[in-house]
């Protein structure tokens, strides 16, 4: 059960997890399932309630995470890329590439996975301070109702606080030094169930807008950009919703590899480590990912009685040979696009149909894993002189 504060304070737990979204609540199934005494905390009053969210997710987390699929309610086959002039290119497959998922739902699947396997979850409050001792962190809650504080003991605390970063930086590890800004709504719109990729400068800068069907006519509509996201997204709104605007919700995406992701008795996972794919600003698989990695690392530092960095450490270097490459050439390719202008976007559009690389598309690409896929792109030799001549006049180190 999701418990208020009780007399458990005084207990010692093994983990105590500062957050419950999708990762913090997945690590939390992970642990307490091996029989760890795991307790975490959040400060929202509900899980999964009001979060800033697309909600698109490659078909592969349901499958490498063993996920049930209640959750989904949409399957995405088919995505029009349209250029800065409207130019479009489809991609098609037989088969779903991504799904459309109720991320409230999503979590609420996550926290009851959690309690069944023995975890305590407590909502509604916030945690105040981080103290690593000699022989356990001490962390300092503060009940977001009765403001009344208290004081919990674990052996190790995993941080899965999303875009905050405070704890981290407290406690002199690493963290996500750079954001773009992500946007996103809810809107009525009659569509033919293909999600639509935006490019060009008037609506949004080195990132894109996008549309993607929920069901019926409900779609959800948003942005990744590096300028004014309010702005961005009322040019986008102008352009496919027929000047409707609808109520928006900003956010901050990391865009960094982070490194020192652990510490004695402390690591981070999720977007707090910088866990998100820079291409997409999406996080809850490579969070996931990286989750799996550090669950391996805690239960080896349990089973050895040691939880120092020295220990820990094993953890960064097993999240990084998994996800590092995708996020660091993934950094890379985002430099690259936020230098092109438009003019350009529209020559890549055109070589792209022209050469027939939207075959080659529907034949490699998979949904997760982007940089392999344009990095074959780039090797083209129309595209790398148009690169290379945009690497150049930026100033961009490749």
Not at 12 to 40: C, F, N, Q, R, W
Not at 210 to 239: C, H, Y
Not at 251 to 276: H, K, M
Not at 361 to 388: A, G, M, P, Q, Y
Request: net charge positive; with cysteine.
């Amino acid at each position: 059960m999701v418990l208020r504060h009780t007399n458990m304070r005084r207990k010692v737990y093994d983990v105590l997890i500062v957050g419950a979204g999708p990762v913090g609540l997945y690590t939390a199934s992970i642990l307490a399932k091996e029989g760890l005494e795991v307790l975490a905390i959040d400060r929202k009053e509900k899980i999964g309630h009001d979060v800033v969210c697309t909600g698109v997710v490659g078909t592969e987390l349901f499958e490498s995470m063993s996920l049930p699929k209640d959750s989904i309610l949409n399957e995405i086959r088919t995505v029009r890329f349209l250029s800065p002039s409207c130019r479009s290119i489809l991609y098609h497959s037989g088969s779903p590439i991504a799904y459309v998922i109720d991320r409230e739902k999503f979590d609420i699947i996550l926290l009851n996975s959690a309690l069944k396997n023995g975890a305590k979850v407590i909502l509604n409050s916030e945690v105040k301070t981080v103290e690593v001792k000699k022989k356990h962190v001490e962390v300092k809650i503060e009940d977001r109702s009765s403001k009344e504080s208290v004081r919990y003991c674990a052996l190790t605390v995993i941080l899965a606080t999303g875009v905050e970063t405070k704890f981290a930086r407290l406690i002199g590890m690493g963290y996500p030094r750079h954001f773009v800004m992500g946007v996103h709504a809810t809107a009525e719109l009659r569509n033919d169930g293909s999600v639509s990729i935006i490019t060009g400068s008037i609506v949004s800068k080195g990132g894109f807008g996008w549309l993607v069907p929920e069901s019926g006519n409900k779609i959800r509509v948003g942005l990744m950009t590096e300028e004014d996201a309010s702005q961005n997204f009322s040019a986008l709104s102008n352009r496919l919703l027929r000047g409707a605007s609808p109520n928006a919700k900003l956010r901050p995406i990391a865009q960094d590899l982070v490194s020192n992701t652990f510490s004695d008795r402390v690591i981070s996972i999720g977007e707090c480590a910088g866990q998100v794919k820079t291409t997409t600003g999406g996080g809850i698989y490579y969070g996931l990912i990286a989750s799996k990695v550090a669950t391996e690392t805690l239960l080896k530092a349990f089973k050895k009685g040691d939880m120092s960095a020295k220990v820990l450490a094993s953890y960064e270097k097993g999240w990084k040979a998994k996800i590092g490459g995708e996020i660091r050439k993934g950094l890379l390719v985002r430099k690259i696009w936020s230098s092109l202008p438009d003019e350009q976007i529209e020559d890549l559009f055109e070589v792209v149909e022209r050469d027939g690389f939207a075959e080659y598309l529907s034949n490699h690409l998979r949904f997760d894993w982007h940089v392999s896929t344009i990095w074959n792109f780039i090797r083209r030799k129309e595209i790398r002189d148009l690169i290379e001549k945009v690497v150049r006049a930026s100033g961009i180190l490749l």
